[in-house]
């Protein structure tokens, strides 16, 4: 059987690492598309560093191993070993000012020795790493506050509402919306009334999808966009992606609608978060902190952009919800447990229903509907109170009429009695009732 090629030239697919250029080996051992976007904007930061500012990164990754190997080996690594030395020192410095965290100098410690391990430069990294200062492990920002998510969601893009609601909501990754599809919400109805919705979504960490959920909220929120989006001739289908480029909605010259709305181009997880920093920068919600003297592990913002909405999720579900359960909603790695705790759907469901009203951004319309509630469950009271009243009021009537029947009866026996006794006897048996109390 012969193949359609006779050589991988051919084929334009490159077969060995060996023979691809210093910059491309370097591109090779990144595998995720937030490690090819950060990690060459951060060597770039150590070339700069070292003086190497040809041109594009691609350049610059290439000049700088030319200049390793224009020297012989010893010369070059000891010049590498003092290089990296005094830019780590400078980054130490920097983190004690306040200006960057601890974490930042380990994300540029990262690259350099990702590119140096995949061109065989040969480096003693443990007397490099050794001398990087060390903080704490955890971030030290917050969550957005409700206030602020609720101003941002009233930024003039609409898909920033839909963004902001599904990610608060379901405590998404901001690279799973690369995969969203309207296919992946499935709705759940009790009673004829929507409850929440169920959220297929693809883990790009681990490469498996797993299950979470969404508020009614954010559920209408994205089913609103899609309806607005297919009014405008674009058809919609489980496969049609939720977030997309905008496109024009009249032609300014002949001020009628335009088709560009039928050809919709995915936005990118890039995309996404550029949309989100952008809004909360408009919205006046998001500025830079100024570093208070002597702060340690300094962040220049309160809050990540678009990190901050699963944090938020986390934050809030973990109020009412059990800690494994949030966990599996974020697709957190939970170790050996997670093998052998299988909890039942609606057991979850029902975990997941606790935090809804924690996870609602707009609580007007919730509010109302206890309140409806409320005053129906008063309104009950009320009834079953003046029922029992009525009730009690009608067996006092028939008490009292009762009670008249045996007097009157009386009162005719009485009478018959007294028709055949003199005036005498009248008077003392008149006398007999009065001391006796049947006649007052």
Request: charged content about 30%.
């Amino acid at each position: 059987m012969s193949l359609p090629f006779s050589s991988s030239d051919e084929l334009n697919v490159v077969t060995s690492p060996s023979s691809l250029s210093p910059y491309e080996k370097f591109m090779y051992a990144l595998n995720s598309k937030e490690s090819k976007r950060q990690y060459p904007k951060r060597l770039q930061i150590f070339l700069d560093f070292v003086n190497i500012k040809s041109g594009s990164i691609e350049k610059n990754c290439n000049l700088f191993y030319e200049t390793f190997i224009g020297k012989n080996e010893k010369d070059s690594i000891s010049w590498l070993e003092n290089e990296l030395f005094k830019f780590f020192t400078l980054q130490n410095q920097r983190a004690e000012r306040g200006e960057i965290s601890t974490s930042t100098i380990k994300n540029y410690f990262k690259p350099i020795k990702r590119f140096c391990d995949m061109n065989r430069i040969n480096i003693n990294w443990k007397i490099i790493s050794r001398g990087i200062k060390k903080g704490i492990r955890y971030s030290n920002d917050r969550p957005p506050t409700i206030e602020e998510i609720r101003k941002l969601i009233q930024y003039p893009d609409r898909r920033v509402k839909v963004i902001a609601l599904v990610m608060l909501s379901s405590g998404i990754r901001v690279s799973s919306w690369s995969y969203l599809t309207w296919g992946d919400f499935t709705p759940i109805y009790k009673d004829g009334k929507l409850v929440d919705a169920k959220l297929r979504v693809f883990n790009t960490k681990t490469r498996i999808s797993y299950d979470t959920y969404v508020t009614p909220e954010a559920y209408e929120s994205v089913k609103g966009w899609m309806d607005f989006r297919e009014s405008f001739g674009e058809k919609i289908g489980p496969d049609s992606c939720i977030i997309r480029n905008l496109w024009q909605i009249k032609s300014q010259r002949y001020a009628n609608y335009v088709g560009l709305a039928k050809h919709p181009k995915r936005l990118s997880a890039t995309g996404i978060r550029v949309l989100i920093n952008d809004a909360w920068k408009i919205q006046g919600l998001r500025e830079e902190r100024t570093p208070r003297e002597g702060e340690f592990n300094f962040r220049k913002y309160d809050f990540k952009s678009v990190h901050g909405f699963r944090k938020f999720f986390e934050t809030e579900c973990q109020k009412v919800m059990r800690e494994l359960i949030v966990s599996m909603l974020m697709s957190h790695d939970t170790g050996i447990v997670q093998h052998y705790l299988r909890p039942k759907e609606e057991d979850v469901l029902s975990e997941y229903q606790k935090a809804i009203p924690l996870l609602t951004v707009d609580n007007d319309e919730n509010a109302l509907d206890e309140k409806i509630k409320e005053l129906d469950e008063q309104n009950k009271t009320s009834i079953y109170v003046l029922r029992g009243k009525m009730e009690e009021k009608d067996e006092k009537v028939k008490e009292l009429e009762a009670r008249y029947q045996d007097m009157n009866n009386m009162l005719q026996n009485l009478l018959k009695s007294i028709s055949s006794v003199d005036e005498s006897g009248k008077q003392i048996m008149a006398k007999q009732l009065i001391e006796s109390g049947t006649f007052n």
